[in-house]
């Protein structure tokens, strides 16, 4: 998919997802392109955390809430920074403005791919200690 036609038909999918796994392959392709968004420094401060079992993202789930999202998604990214990372003497730190575009890549990579998602972070700030943001991707092709 062409990008311009990816930025327009990328949107928040809060419903239902299939429940078909996410190859390997995929899930490389979305995760490079959020490794490849800028940072800056080039610091590439957001740890990436790929979860596509199911037992565990049952477990999330339990945590964040019964949605049909994450009753349903087949592969979620949490996406991690530190919340008050130390500034290297003369420097500046950027964790969530490098997290958000690694974010958005990944929201664009999943949508050429034909995946929906969903960038989920509100009550995550509430629910856990980790300051992230998480993403929810499925195999709903050609929606
Ligand atoms: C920083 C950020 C946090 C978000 N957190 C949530 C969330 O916790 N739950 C949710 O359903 N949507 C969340 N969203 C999705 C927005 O609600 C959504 O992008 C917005 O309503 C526009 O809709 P669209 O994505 O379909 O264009 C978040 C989006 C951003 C950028």
Redesign the pocket.
Known sequence: MELFEAIER?????GAYHDSPVPESDIRRIAQAGIQAPSGYNSQDTTFVIVDDRDLIAKIAAILGN?P?FRTAPLLIACIVEKEPQAPEGRMVFPIENC?AA??NM?LAATALGYAS???????RRKVAIRP?ANCWASKRGW
């Open positions: 990328r949107h928040s999918y809060r949605t999202v958000a974010v958005e929201l969903l960038w989920y972070d509100g009550s995550l943001s």
